[in-house]
């Protein structure tokens, strides 16, 4: 259907055959992909970095509020634009959300002058979302975290591999939390990876990614503990072998695929040099290593955005929007959530356009030469 789709995975063969050698293993759940995964995903980060591998970002992140011990009449501070996991989380702990807005227009990050005007006495923790793989300022954001005692934890979905000041992304805070779904730099369909660099913080995730169990049925399995205790109560977080023999191949290509993004995101901003209709974000950023996760545009106010991408369809170009404004949901619309002028006008007029690490410099031409066909230009 699509000349151009949003995204594409990255697999070849080797991930067909390494699911087929865990399968033909005998050995499914948790086990020693698990925790080379883990091992290797904490080389990637550095740092002296846990890794524990979980069945999502989404897992990560409700796992981090619990281990922090974040509940009711407690106050998170989350970016106003970013994706709906992160005001659930903070929801289903009980605690309130507050939203702080994006830095500004070139930079949709939240920052920490945004995160600071939003802090009250009741701010327990902040989660910040490094927005497309583009890294926020940190070194401001964890001296406010620091000084006003608030924890800090970093949604990585979009970022792994990103640096700031060459410290990868996920070690800046409390816990780092990154997802693996379909569509992200590294795809295994459901997964993610939860990291911190105190090993206390460590184990409270292990046991929450595991009915606070104190062996997995992994070590019954190889005859290093007959029975298990409960240390606390969790939940079931885990993630399988099949997923980490495929995140295994994904971290083996990530450097590379994340190498390509930057090309190709290169190539679309030479494109569209000059373009009337719109601006592009993140052109601006100082000392970060973005991994480019997806390829964002702001498209000017008079700009009918629905009617460009029915015009891009008709091409076959397939675009996306990241992300609609929390309060435009259900969910929320009663929640009285404050105000966030910039993210608000950012996700009114917000376009996604493809990108993957095999889309080819003649697909980037094709998705641009259709969006200066339908904006005139
Ligand atoms: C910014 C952000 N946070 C969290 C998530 C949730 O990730 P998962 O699907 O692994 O739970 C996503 C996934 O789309 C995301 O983009």
């Known amino acids: 259907m ?15 055959q390494a699911v087929k050698e865990v399968v033909d293993s005998g050995w499914i759940t948790m086990g020693e992909k698990s925790k080379t995964f883990e091992e290797n995903f904490s080389t990637l980060l550095g740092e002296n970095a846990h890794s524990v591998a ?3 970002a989404t897992a990560a992140l409700h796992m981090s509020l619990l281990a922090l011990g974040i509940k009711a009449g407690d106050e998170v501070i989350i970016p106003a634009l970013t994706f709906v996991a992160d005001i659930n989380v903070v929801r289903i702990v009980g605690a ?3 939203l702080a807005d994006c830095s500004s227009y070139e ?10 005007a939003q802090i009250t006495d009741k701010t327990k923790a902040v989660i910040i979302v490094h927005f497309a793989g583009y890294p926020c300022e940190m070194d401001a954001i964890v001296k406010l975290c620091q000084d006003k005692n608030i924890a800090l934890i970093e949604d990585c979905a979009h970022a792994p591999g990103a640096k700031y ?7 800046f805070g409390d816990y780092g939390c990154f997802s693996f779904f379909t569509n992200k730099n590294l795809s295994v369909g459901e997964g993610g990876m939860l990291t911190t660099k105190d090993e206390e913080l460590a184990q409270q995730a292990r046991y929450f990614r595991s009915h606070g169990m104190t062996a997995l049925t992994l070590d019954r399995h190889k005859g290093r503990a007959i029975t298990y205790d409960v240390a606390q109560s969790g939940l079931n977080y885990r993630i399988d072998e099949m ?18 993004r930057k090309i190709l995101v290169e190539r679309y901003i030479k494109e569209l040099d000059g373009i009337q209709g719109f601006t592009i974000p993140f052109t601006k950023l100082e000392e970060c290593e973005s991994v480019y996760h997806i390829f964002p545009i702001l498209l000017d106010s008079h700009v009918d955005r629905i009617a460009l991408i029915g015009k891009l369809k008709e091409d076959g170009i397939q675009s996306s929007i990241h992300y609609p404004a929390f309060k435009d949901f259900t969910a929320f619309k009663d929640l009285g959530l404050n105000e966030a002028p910039i993210a608000e006008e950012i996700a009114l ?6 990108l993957y690490p095999t889309m080819s410099i003649e697909e980037v031409q094709l998705v641009c030469n259709s969006l200066k066909k339908a904006l005139g230009a």
């Not at 920052?111 to 600071?116: D, G, K, M, R």
């Not at 000041?165 to 070690?171: A, D, M, P, Y």
């Not at 994904?250 to 695929?257: E, P, R, V």
């Not at 007029?349 to 493809?354: A, C």
Request: hydrophobic content about 35%; some cysteine; overall charge positive.
């Open 107 to 116: 930079n949709w990050n939240m920052s920490a002058q945004t995160i600071e």
């Open 96 to 98: 309130t959300p507050v």
């Open 165 to 171: 000041k060459n410290q990868s992304c996920g070690t």
């Open 243 to 260: 997923r980490s023999a495929l995140g295994l191949i994904q971290m083996d290509k990530l450097k590379h695929a994340n190498a390509q």
């Open 2 to 16: 699509w000349k151009v789709q949003l995204f594409k995975l990255n697999y070849d063969e080797k991930e067909s």
């Open 349 to 354: 007029r917000e376009l996604t356009l493809p």
């Open 54 to 56: 979980v069945s999502s």
